[in-house]
C-alpha cells in the first residue's frame, strides 16, 4: 500500500506530460491558426482601404479597352514557288489614320498576293499593300476609306524612359489581340536588322513578352499611346531576328521600332508611295559615343556623336554645323549611338527641313537642316554584300561602268537562275544603272530585298544576250 501511494506522483507527472504531449500540438496549431486569422484580415482590411493595385488593374483594363479596337490580325497569301502554290502567315498591324491606313512590318506582308485585314469587332476587310521599306522593316497596308476605324493616338511628345511601363499588342502563336505587359529595358538597342542585313535598327528594348504573331503589333506607353511597333527578339538561338523567323519563343528580351522612325517613312509611304532618304553632309565614328555636359541645361549630361568633318556646301554645312559638334538629338529624340543618328536621319526625306540640336564649346545649339538626297554610295554599302551572299555570286565593274558577273557557286539563287562567270548585266527589270553603287540601289528598289522576283538582260562573253529571272528568299 505504501508503495503504490508513493509511486502516484510520478504516475501524476507521467499523465500531465502524456497530456502535454497530445494537446500541445493543437493548442500551438490554434495559436497559430488565430495569428494567421488575424494576418489574414488585417490585409484584407489593408486592401479595402488602399486601393492602388485595383486602380492599376483599371488602368491596365482601360489600356486594353482604348488600344484594341486600333489593333488588326493581318493573314496574308504568297507564292511560295514559282508554281501557283501559295503559302499562309499571319501577324498584327496598328491602324494609323481615318484614311484607311494600317501600319505593320515589311516581313509580314512582303510578296504578299493577298492581304485579309481582320479587326477585335470580329470584321473582316480586304487590304492592298502600298508601300513598304525593307530597310526599317515599315509597311503600310490600305483598307477603304469608309471602314468605320479607330486609329490608334501617337505619342508625338512623350519619348519612352528606360523603366517605364509599355504593352505589346499581337497575335502571338495565332491567338487574336493579346496584350502583355513588361518595361522599357533599353533603348537606341542595335539588333540585327529583323528583315535586311545592313537594315536601320535604333531599336527600344523591353521585356514585354513578344512571340511569333506579334509582329507589327504596337507597343504603347501608359496614356494608351503608341511609342513603337513590334519587329524582332532575342532568344538563345538568334538575336535581332523576326519572332516568326526566329525559330524560338520569348525569352523576355524584344525590340520595338521606335515612332521616331516610324512616323517620317509610314509619311513618305502614303504621300509617294516609296521611301527616299536624306542625307546630312557629314561623316563620324558611328563606334565613338561621346557624353557631354551643358552648362546651360544645369550640367546636364547628353549622349551624342561627334562631327570629324562636314562636307563642303552639304546640308550640314549650309545650316551651320562645325566639325567638332557633338549631334545630341534629332527631332528631339536623343541620338544614343550612331545607329540611332543614322536612322533618324535616313528616315525623313530629302527636301525635308529638320530641327538638329548640337553640343557646341559647352552650349547647345539647335539648327534647322535641309536635308539633301543620300548618296547611293551611302545607301549600297549596307547591302552590297549580303545581296551577293544571299544570291551567291560575286559582282564588279568593268571598265564601261557595267557589272560583270566575277563568279557564282553552285547550288545558290545565282547560279540555279543560270548566271555565269564573265556575264555582264545591262538592266535590271528593263532599267538602266549608273554605276557599281547605283547598280544594289536600283536592284533594292525593284524588290529583290522584299522577295519580289526581279529580271536581268545579261550579255555574255559572245555578246549573246539572254533574260535571267532570280528572286530571293529572306
Known amino acids: 500500500m505504501r508503495k503504490l501511494v508513493s509511486a502516484i506522483p510520478a504516475i501524476m507527472v507521467l499523465i500531465i506530460a502524456l497530456l502535454a504531449l497530445i494537446l500541445a500540438p493543437r493548442i500551438v496549431q490554434r495559436f497559430t491558426h488565430a495569428q494567421l486569422a488575424a494576418r489574414i484580415e488585417l490585409a484584407r482590411e489593408t486592401l479595402d482601404?488602399?486601393?492602388?493595385?485595383?486602380?492599376?488593374?483599371?488602368?491596365?483594363?482601360?489600356?486594353?479597352?482604348?488600344?484594341?479596337?486600333?489593333?488588326?490580325?493581318?493573314?496574308?497569301?504568297?507564292d511560295l514557288t514559282n508554281q501557283s502554290q501559295a503559302s499562309l502567315s499571319s501577324g498584327a498591324g496598328w491602324v494609323f489614320d481615318q484614311q484607311g491606313h494600317i501600319v505593320t512590318n515589311a516581313h509580314v506582308v512582303q510578296s504578299a498576293r493577298r492581304v485579309s485585314v481582320e479587326f477585335s469587332d470580329?470584321?473582316?476587310?480586304?487590304?492592298?499593300?502600298?508601300?513598304?521599306?525593307?530597310?526599317?522593316?515599315?509597311?503600310?497596308?490600305?483598307?477603304?476609306?469608309?471602314?468605320?476605324?479607330?486609329?490608334?493616338?501617337?505619342?508625338?511628345?512623350?519619348?519612352?524612359?528606360?523603366?517605364?511601363?509599355?504593352?505589346?499588342?499581337g497575335s502571338p502563336f495565332g491567338f487574336k489581340f493579346s496584350m502583355s505587359e513588361g518595361i522599357v529595358s533599353g533603348l537606341g538597342?542595335?539588333?540585327?536588322?529583323?528583315?535586311?542585313?545592313?537594315?536601320?535598327?535604333?531599336?527600344?528594348?523591353?521585356?514585354?513578352?513578344?512571340?511569333?504573331?506579334?509582329?507589327?503589333?504596337?507597343?504603347?506607353?501608359?496614356?494608351?499611346?503608341?511609342?513603337?511597333?513590334?519587329?524582332?527578339?532575342a532568344t538563345a538561338r538568334s538575336i535581332g531576328e523576326s519572332p516568326e523567323e526566329s525559330g524560338s519563343d520569348s525569352a523576355g528580351i524584344s525590340?520595338?521600332?521606335?515612332?521616331?522612325?516610324?512616323?517620317?517613312?509610314?509619311?513618305?509611304?502614303?504621300?509617294?508611295?516609296?521611301?527616299?532618304?536624306?542625307?546630312l553632309g557629314i561623316r563620324y565614328n558611328d563606334q565613338e559615343t561621346v557624353r557631354v555636359e551643358s552648362v546651360a541645361h544645369e550640367s546636364e549630361t547628353l549622349t551624342g556623336i561627334r562631327v570629324n568633318s562636314v562636307e563642303t556646301d552639304g546640308p550640314g554645312a549650309l545650316a551651320g554645323?562645325?566639325?567638332?559638334?557633338?549631334?545630341?538629338?534629332?527631332?528631339?529624340?536623343?541620338?544614343?549611338?550612331?545607329?540611332?543618328?543614322?536612322?533618324?536621319?535616313?528616315?525623313?526625306?530629302?527636301?525635308?527641313?529638320?530641327?538638329?540640336?548640337?553640343?557646341?564649346?559647352?552650349?547647345?545649339?539647335?539648327?534647322?537642316?535641309?536635308?539633301?538626297?543620300?548618296?547611293?554610295?551611302?545607301?549600297?554599302?549596307?547591302?552590297?554584300?549580303?545581296?551577293?551572299?544571299?544570291?551567291?555570286?560575286?559582282?564588279?565593274?568593268?571598265?564601261?561602268?557595267?557589272?560583270?558577273?566575277?563568279?557564282?557557286?553552285?547550288?545558290?539563287?545565282?547560279?540555279?537562275?543560270?548566271?555565269?562567270?564573265?556575264?555582264?548585266?545591262?538592266?535590271?527589270?528593263?532599267?538602266?544603272?549608273?554605276?557599281?553603287?547605283?547598280?544594289?540601289?536600283?536592284?533594292?528598289?525593284?524588290?529583290?530585298?522584299?522577295?519580289?522576283t526581279v529580271e536581268f538582260l545579261v550579255m555574255n562573253s559572245r555578246e549573246e544576250t539572254r533574260r535571267i529571272q532570280m528572286r530571293l528568299y529572306w
Open 255 to 279: 525590340f520595338a521600332i521606335p515612332l521616331g522612325t516610324i512616323e517620317p517613312i509610314v509619311s513618305q509611304i502614303i504621300q509617294h508611295g516609296e521611301v527616299r532618304r536624306g542625307y
Open 49 to 78: 482601404q488602399e486601393d492602388v493595385l485595383r486602380a492599376i488593374d483599371r488602368a491596365t483594363a482601360s489600356i486594353a479597352q482604348i488600344v484594341e479596337p486600333s489593333v488588326v490580325h493581318i493573314e496574308t497569301s504568297f
Open 321 to 452: 554645323m562645325a566639325d567638332g559638334d557633338v549631334i545630341v538629338a534629332i527631332e528631339g529624340s536623343p541620338i544614343l549611338n550612331g545607329e540611332s543618328l543614322s536612322s533618324l536621319i535616313s528616315s525623313s526625306r530629302p527636301g525635308e527641313m529638320i530641327d538638329v540640336r548640337v553640343w557646341r564649346d559647352g552650349d547647345l545649339i539647335d539648327l534647322d537642316v535641309t536635308l539633301g538626297k543620300m548618296k547611293d554610295e551611302v545607301l549600297a554599302r549596307r547591302i552590297l554584300e549580303p545581296i551577293q551572299i544571299q544570291m551567291g555570286m560575286l559582282l564588279e565593274p568593268n571598265a564601261q561602268d557595267r557589272i560583270t558577273v566575277r563568279n557564282t557557286w553552285a547550288g545558290l539563287p545565282a547560279a540555279q537562275a543560270g548566271f555565269e562567270p564573265g556575264d555582264v548585266i545591262q538592266r535590271i527589270n528593263g532599267k538602266d544603272y549608273e554605276g557599281y553603287f547605283s547598280f544594289f540601289v536600283l536592284l533594292a528598289d525593284e524588290g529583290i530585298l522584299t522577295g519580289e
Open 122 to 169: 470580329g470584321r473582316v476587310e480586304r487590304g492592298r499593300v502600298i508601300g513598304l521599306d525593307p530597310y526599317t522593316d515599315i509597311a503600310v497596308i490600305k483598307l477603304d476609306a469608309s471602314s468605320l476605324l479607330f486609329p490608334a493616338q501617337r505619342s508625338l511628345r512623350r519619348l519612352p524612359q528606360i523603366g517605364e511601363r509599355v504593352y505589346a499588342f
Open 189 to 233: 538597342r542595335e539588333a540585327n536588322g529583323s528583315n535586311v542585313i545592313g537594315g536601320y535598327t535604333n531599336y527600344i528594348q523591353t521585356d514585354a513578352a513578344v512571340n511569333p504573331g506579334n509582329s507589327g503589333g504596337p507597343i504603347v506607353n501608359t496614356d494608351a499611346q503608341v511609342i513603337g511597333m513590334n519587329v524582332a527578339i
